[in-house]
């Protein structure tokens, strides 16, 4: 983008402004404008905070789109949102839920959340101070309110898009008016979210042309139309990147395959921060297809329609539909032919937990086993969502390793029911890609699990397992810059001698000053399993001092067992060691949150 279109297309400033602000924006790369832009959008929300005074005349009507994104999907709605919307004139603000004042929600007129189910039915952390601003009983009434909601989620968890729904019904009990009912999207969400997005883009653009009519009419100016540069290369639009190492890094003894590896994006223009994610575009396990058509005794070059392509099925179960992970969708349709009163009664609304249980440790393969159908082809593939890419923990820093991505795989095979159940994108990762063959990626950018602004902020890192990932670029990073700041890391995994990841690299960090300290937690070499929230609560009283300097923490891994219990022992780290009570420690640790000084980065298996 040139800096000076900026100030010819739409100019409220004065000569000296514009020249200092292109001044500002010359030499910027590419993710340095997008910050930038984002940075000066967050200003501007920030500007209008002050509540309850009437708009002037001849101002505009606004569209504005609130997001709250934990893996970075509800962003990347939001953007092609804001996209579509300044392409039809429209006047939009895009901000995160993290960065948005609730006084101004009084007046907005037409607002669009965007917002994903983290955990177990909880918001993203970035959405967590406005959920609960909402529901503070002096939170204004907003009888002049139009909105719509997109609610993204899984349906593999009893709580399907529950904060999306939540976020609702809050709206609709404060007096607020729906222009659409609510969509509620799945993983995959490309398709309905993009089917939102036109028609509410479609409902906007005819309100605002009706109410704008007169402002314009009065000589209003045109709407600013800038439209954020994107990377060559996107999720739409993924690169195939060569895969230049694959390593595996636990010993011979552990029950754990986590491989290193590295891809090369030369070429691609893609940049990252560590904390981003790569996105991958993977494969299904060619003995798990096999297996699941002779289950269902079909052909697999049978014809099958798939996004509105004719394909082979084996095909189509190969690189098109999700056939590892169940989903409540897929229950559904596949017990209308079994005609299971098993599966039935799983399905009725008071068996949510039990559902729930039955999805986490089922595969497709498992079902299809234990309830065999007689079901053609087609009626299979329409019960399938599609498959879609998964995303990986960036596990290097540019300034490091120039034009390469790195990451941390843990490749998922395991028994259960007597069976082998193997990932799809892990397996593609470190069995059906060889070096020096290419695989399709993309970045998803992950701003709220970057390193503090400035180096000298201190930072603790908690992750178990493949997510110790991120720090590795972390450090890198801090390294390349000279950073000053203090970093912990604490670490588990199950053995020393065969699980310590990347060992020789922490030491190499701890010597030459990079990382300060660093604490282990091997949970099986000793009789009682020691984890990484115990280091904690035994090194509690430096995690508070830690904490009382300013320190950052970062939280990546398992989110079904360590997040949970990390965030426990915070709490009981600050209750103990600063003298609170129960309440007010857990208070301290969701203002760290809404603060941005805590960032979790947690997934569940594949």
Request: net charge negative; charged share 25%.
């Amino acid at each position: 983008m040139n800096p000076s279109s900026l100030a010819t297309e739409y100019r409220p400033l004065t000569s000296e402004q514009a020249s200092r602000l292109d001044g500002a924006a010359t030499g910027l790369s590419t993710q340095q404008l997008v910050w930038a832009s984002g940075y000066l959008a967050g200003l501007a929300a920030a500007a209008h905070k002050t509540a309850g005074t009437a708009p002037t005349a001849g101002e505009r009507p606004r569209l504005t789109i609130l997001y709250g994104s934990q893996t970075g999907n509800g962003r990347t709605i939001a953007t092609r949102l804001e996209e579509l919307a300044r392409s039809r004139a429209i006047n939009v603000l895009k901000v995160s839920m993290a960065e948005y004042p609730i006084a101004r929600l009084k007046r907005e007129s037409h607002l669009l959340c965007i917002v994903s189910t983290h955990g177990e039915g909880d918001p993203p952390d970035d959405a967590h101070s406005l959920f609960r601003s909402l529901q503070k009983r002096r939170t204004p009434r907003l009888e002049s309110l139009r909105y719509s909601v997109l609610a993204l989620g899984d349906s593999s968890y009893s709580k399907f898009c529950e904060a999306g729904r939540q976020l609702d019904r809050r709206l609709e009990e404060l007096g607020a008016i729906r222009m659409t009912d609510r969509v509620e999207c799945d993983v995959d969400f490309d398709r309905p979210a993009a089917a939102w997005i036109n028609a509410i883009v479609d409902d906007v653009e005819q309100r605002f042309q009706l109410e704008s009519a007169g402002a314009t009419a009065g000589g209003s100016l045109p709407a600013l139309r800038v439209v954020e540069p994107q990377p060559r290369h996107s999720r739409e639009f993924p690169f195939d990147a060569e895969l230049l190492v694959n390593q595996r890094i636990t010993g011979r003894g552990s029950i754990n395959d986590v491989r290193h590896i590295e891809l090369s994006l030369e070429g691609s223009g893609l940049e990252f921060e560590p904390g981003d994610a790569l996105g991958v575009v993977p494969t299904n396990p060619p003995k798990l297809i096999d297996q699941i058509i002779d289950l269902l005794n079909l052909d697999p070059a049978e014809s099958v329609i798939v996004d509105h392509a004719d394909l082979p099925l084996w095909e189509a179960l190969n690189r098109h539909l999700e056939i590892t992970t169940s989903s409540r969708s897929f229950v559904e349709q596949y017990a209308r032919s079994t005609h299971s009163k098993d599966l039935d009664r799983l399905l009725l609304p008071d068996n949510r937990v039990e559902l729930a249980e039955f999805l986490k440790t089922r595969q497709i393969v498992d079902v299809i086993r234990d309830f065999p159908a007689q079901i053609q082809a087609a009626e299979f593939t329409a019960s399938l969502r599609t498959l879609t890419p998964r995303l990986y923990s960036v596990a290097s820093c540019l300034e490091e390793f120039p034009d390469e991505v790195h990451l941390t795989v843990d490749v998922v095979r395991y028994e259960r029911f007597g069976h082998l159940h193997w990932g799809a994108a892990s397996t593609h990762l470190g069995d059906r890609v060889t070096e020096g063959e290419t695989l399709s990626v993309f970045i998803e950018n992950n701003p709220r699990f970057h390193l503090p602004t400035t180096d000298d902020e201190p930072i603790l890192m908690i992750g178990n397992g493949t997510g110790v990932a991120p720090y590795r670029g972390f450090l890198q990073q801090r390294s390349a810059r000279g950073a000053s700041g203090r970093s912990w890391l604490v670490f588990g995994h199950r053995h020393f001698d065969t699980d310590f990841l990347y060992q020789i690299e922490w030491q190499r960090h701890l010597a030459a000053g990079t990382l300060t300290r660093l604490d282990v937690a091997f949970s099986r070499d000793q009789q009682h399993k020691v984890y990484v929230q115990h280091k904690l609560v035994e090194h509690g009283r430096d995690v508070y001092a830690w904490l009382d300097d300013g320190a950052h923490v970062y939280v990546c891994g398992d989110a079904s067992h360590m997040a949970p219990e990390v965030h426990s022992a915070l709490i009981e780290i600050v209750q103990k060691h600063g003298g609170l009570s129960q309440e007010r420690a857990q208070r301290t640790i969701d203002e760290l949150l809404a603060a941005g000084r805590y960032h979790r980065d947690v997934y569940q298996g594949e």
